[in-house]
């Protein structure tokens, strides 16, 4: 991995105006495998890829319950996004216990942003390496919020983060406009064709490393797993693989063998300055 003398902690800056710690750990989300969020005008919905680190093992949990109109995905190192779901469950539970009613969306994304924000400013932390994908459903309607370890955070009506996401992007964006009508299906639809852009070649969408987290205005946020998905990916019809070619600004559909050395393209907003010599175990 590439060093220099700016990257020793969080508290110092380059030359360039740029915090290296920061950029490394947005390097790190974008090496976990995807999580993908949308919106309409009454559901949010989740979509994210499992992966396992053997034969012999389980996959990993990638969508977490917060509350009962509320729930995260994740992209990145799954011990701090366990430490901030965390938090976030004994936010809600404190909003209900004083105040007798649910947590609002917004209010919680801003205390976990102000949360990662501390650390990136005081020496001797390091900033969490977790994206989240935050969705909920409150007296103002459905929402998805994306939260970095920058610290900052934003409101979509779809997103996708982790490797290759840029591919899904593609998807959401050209296909933004049908989201706000559509009902929950064609939407659960939408999230996975764009989830779909994600994998590698020769993989596809299976029960067993897919995840749909629903939350809306008539049902709480529920995960749904294993063979109750299947129903869903019925919508794809037989195409659960990765066949379709790229959109512009898309990554290329070329066979790896490893998962996490094929190239993203870069984030607007972040300049990573980072050549990653071996893949973090990230989730």
């Known amino acids: 991995m590439f060093r220099n ?29 995807a999580a993908i969020g949308l919106r309409s005008n009454k559901y949010a919905i989740l979509l994210a890829l499992k992966r396992s680190s053997g034969e012999l093992a389980s996959y990993q949990k990638k969508l977490i319950k917060i509350d009962d109109h509320m729930g995260i995905g994740i992209a990145g190192l799954t011990s701090d996004a366990r430490v901030l779901s965390n938090f976030m ?45 935050v969705i909920g459903y409150d007296e103002t309607g459905p929402h998805l919020f994306e939260c970095s370890p920058s610290g900052t955070s934003f409101e979509y ?20 406009e049908d989201f706000t009508n559509a009902s929950l299906d064609e ?3 939408h999230g996975l064709q764009a989830l779909r852009d994600t994998l590698q070649q020769d993989k596809e969408l299976n029960i067993h490393n897919t995840s749909l987290g629903i939350v809306g205005e008539d049902r709480s946020f529920e995960i749904i797993e294993g063979e109750a998905l299947q129903n869903y990916l019925d919508l794809l019809g037989e195409d659960t693989g990765r066949t ?12 790896n063998s490893n998962e996490d050395d094929e190239a993203e393209q870069p984030e607007p907003a972040v300049a990573v300055g980072l050549e990653v010599a071996e893949p973090m175990e990230t989730d």
């Open 5 to 33: 003398q700016y990257d020793n902690d969080v508290s110092t800056w380059s030359p360039q105006g740029r915090i290296h710690q920061v950029e490394y750990a947005v390097e790190a989300v974008k090496q976990g495998s």
């Open 89 to 133: 469950r004994s936010e809600a539970m404190k909003s209900k216990m004083l105040y007798d009613r649910p947590l609002p969306t917004q209010r919680i994304v801003n205390a976990i942003a102000d949360k990662a924000q501390v650390n990136t400013q005081q020496y001797g932390r390091r900033p969490y390496g977790v994206g989240l994908l």
């Open 157 to 176: 009506y779809a997103m996708s983060i982790g490797a290759r996401s840029q591919s899904a992007k593609t998807y959401l964006e050209r296909y933004r």
């Open 187 to 189: 939407l659960v639809r």
């Open 244 to 255: 379709r070619p790229a959109g512009p600004g898309g990554a290329s559909g070329s066979n």
